[in-house]
Nanobody
């Protein structure tokens, strides 16, 4: 079992920045990849960014060049640095980890509004 705890969401103006953190605990040695998903009201959950245990990353087209996913293995933490935020980035952001099974955090709200 893997437990994930997110932090760092909040309200930010368009053009601003936020950094989300996801701390993993439990059987983390089996994790093969981690990522961030988001779900806006009335929409399906979508992948925002992912990072493998080897450090390879991938991003949704809508966030390329603005968001950066990274990991600190010593802290068992994955980050999502979000810059140049837009109102359409407003959503609940979820941390995900995979080891054959899927694990989810509780979600953190990101609201981009003036």
């Amino acid at each position: 079992q893997v437990q994930l705890v997110e932090s760092g969401g909040g309200l930010v103006q368009p053009g601003g920045s936020l950094r989300l953190s996801c701390a993993a605990s439990g059987s983390i040695f089996r994790i093969t990849s981690m990522g961030w998903y988001r779900q806006a009201p009335g929409k399906q959950r979508e992948l925002v960014a992912g990072i493998t245990s080897g450090g390879s990353t991938n991003y949704a087209d809508s966030v390329k060049g603005r968001f950066t996913i990274s990991r600190d293995n010593a802290k068992n933490t994955v980050y999502l640095q979000m810059n140049s935020l837009k109102p359409e980035d407003t959503a609940v952001y979820y941390c995900n980890a995979r080891d054959g099974a899927n694990y989810w955090g509780q979600g953190t709200q990101v609201t981009v509004s003036s």
